[in-house]
């Protein structure tokens, strides 16, 4: 399997408007302070176009100890299986602000509710604050709904970009630990190494992108000591804890250099026998999920995963 895809940009001009939004947010003002500008970027996003209403019946607010949370209920709520989403933002942003349109329609597409997590972000919290946060979440979920305490059935772990490494890195202590694994697994553009990995491609190195990446996680951790440990770079776990993951989706562009993390980290985990959909899509942004107003695919991506977690058969 050929994971080094090159990168083709489209002509269409919704695609090119979203990688010119994309390339405008990188940019802040040198005025601004750097954190508390990408802050502001990344909750909105995929704001391109301005956004609609939203499409979930209810927004809930809940408290998990500290953690400000809600839950996104579907109009047709089907069953007490639930979504816990764990969003993206480098790890020093994004929140229930950014992710709530992203979770409103996978919760419409599920017919799950999702619970939406605001985990504490770095530098302030430096990890593994908001990774802590996110495995109490997750544990919180399986004993409690949008009505309130109330067992789950089976719990879906989702994560964009950050929150697909957060996603795995709570595998990965679930795992370790003796505790529920997620039911299913969804990956959106994660970064599961958080090293300078040569096998990205020069690309990487020469467009900036491994630079941005070096960036956060010098933000995210308080020492580069921690970058081998799978809790950071969930590529790093041992095999014997990556055989035990659930089903996974991993979704990814071919237009980002995340795509070498999504294609190695579905290959060791299909090494070990777990069912896995990597699910490669061409000339897409860096979560372009959240591009629900402007990007037909950010809806069918979304619809794949809703479909992938209500399956009776999860993965080929």
Request: glycine content about 8%; proline content about 9%; some cysteine.
């Amino acid at each position: 399997m050929d994971l080094q895809l090159s990168a083709h940009y489209s002509r269409r001009p919704d695609i090119e408007r979203a990688f010119e939004h994309l390339a405008a947010g990188a940019q802040p003002g040198s005025s601004e302070d750097p954190i508390a500008a990408m802050r502001a970027f990344v909750d909105r996003y995929g704001d391109v176009e301005a956004r609609g209403p939203l499409s979930a019946k209810e927004v809930l607010p809940t408290r998990i100890g500290d953690v400000p949370a809600e839950w996104i209920v579907p109009h047709q709520l089907r069953g007490a299986d639930r979504i816990v989403l764990l969003h993206g933002g480098g790890w020093v942003a994004g929140g229930l602000e950014s992710h709530r349109p992203m979770a409103a329609v996978l919760a419409e597409l599920s017919g799950l509710a999702v619970l939406l997590v605001g985990y504490r972000l770095a530098p302030e919290h430096p990890f593994p604050a908001g990774l802590d946060d996110c495995r109490a979440a997750y544990a919180w979920a399986w004993n409690n709904g949008p009505s309130g305490p109330d067992p789950a059935s089976q719990v879906f772990l989702v994560g964009d970009s950050a929150g697909g490494n957060l996603s795995a890195a709570v595998c990965v202590e679930a795992i370790a630990s003796g505790a529920a694994i997620p039911s299913r697994l969804v990956l959106m553009s994660p970064a599961l190494d958080g090293s300078a990995n040569p096998a990205r491609g020069p690309e990487a190195s020469a467009n900036g992108d491994q630079a941005s990446l070096e960036a956060m996680m010098s933000l995210y951790l308080k020492s580069r000591d921690q970058i081998d440990n799978p809790c950071v770079s969930p590529l790093m776990a041992a095999p014997d804890i990556l055989a035990r993951f659930p089903p996974t989706l991993i979704q990814a562009s071919n237009a980002e250099f995340l795509v070498w993390d999504a294609g190695e980290f579905a290959r060791r985990l299909i090494n070990g026998g777990v069912r896995v959909n990597l699910s490669i899509w061409p000339a897409m942004p860096h979560v372009w999920q959240a591009f629900l107003n402007l990007l037909p695919e950010a809806r069918e991506a979304l619809d794949e995963a809703a479909g992938f977690l209500t399956a009776r058969t999860p993965a080929s």
